[in-house]
């Protein structure tokens, strides 16, 4: 069986773990700490970042494209027929999703409204371009729930979160993608792409006092001084 390597709230790790799910794949998985990673998974990982997937034989991968990429070689398709274009496509819009992972982390950890505003620039922008892609749904390219949903789907399962703890709305004004992320919502992989106690932690290191929407995005109390995590915490 295969072996994902994982630190409970990285959004590159639910990338690939919700492939898994949605393919049904078979896995164990072991959590580690990034702040004192043990050598066995620095002697094997390049880049001493998670994901890190070792294979039955042995062998680590490590890089979530890549991953995602060997998981499709090995596995049945999500979409099964797809031409050689449209499979590129869908990985040109992957990217567009995980290269903004960390711009989120960034964005919801703001100590201030106007921080969040300035952040969340780009990452609106992301959730823009989207927009205007998506068709009639309920999925990204229609019917079918393929690679581009998984690789969208932390970033909407942590706007539904964030939603849901401090009332603001990641989403707000991109309806096409607002229903995207209930699509996926209830299919169940949010939950099941993630620990059980993600939650928890999720709110725990992005949610607490000390950042502007910890406080709840109508809140007028100032920013507390501890210090604010790194931005690279959230993976690797």
């Given amino acids: ?24 794949v078979p896995y164990d998985i072991e959590y580690i700490s990034l702040s004192d990673k043990p050598e066995w998974f620095l002697e094997l990982s390049p880049t001493g970042q998670v994901p890190m997937l070792i294979t039955e034989d042995g062998e680590a991968l490590f890089e979530s494209d ?15 027929g797809l031409t050689p274009e449209q499979r590129a496509l869908d990985r040109a819009w992957s990217y567009q999703a995980s290269k903004h992972y960390l711009v989120q982390c960034s964005a919801i950890q703001s100590v201030d409204r106007e921080t969040l505003e300035e952040r969340i620039t780009k990452l609106r922008k992301a959730f823009a371009k989207a927009e205007a892609q998506l068709g009639d749904g309920p ?20 706007a539904e979160l964030v939603e849901a703890y401090s009332g603001y709305d990641l989403l707000a004004g991109f309806p096409k993608v607002k229903a995207w992320q209930k699509t996926l ?42 210090a604010s995590p790194s931005v690279g915490s959230c993976c690797g």
Wanted: proline fraction near 9%.
């Fill in 185 to 226: 919502s209830a299919t169940g992989l949010y939950s099941a792409s993630v620990p059980e106690d993600f939650p928890e932690r999720f709110s725990d290191f992005y949610l607490s006092e000390r950042s502007f929407l910890g406080r709840g995005a109508n809140s007028s109390e100032p920013p507390r001084s501890a």
């Fill in 66 to 80: 890549a991953i995602v990429e060997y998981l499709d070689e090995v596995t049945a398709p999500l979409v099964p």
């Fill in 139 to 158: 999925y990204f390219n229609g019917a079918d729930l393929g690679n581009p949903d998984l690789a969208w789907l932390p970033l909407l399962h942590r």
């Fill in 1 to 24: 069986m295969i072996k994902i390597v994982s630190f409970k709230i990285c959004p590159f790790v639910q990338r690939v773990t919700a492939m898994l799910e949605a393919k049904k």
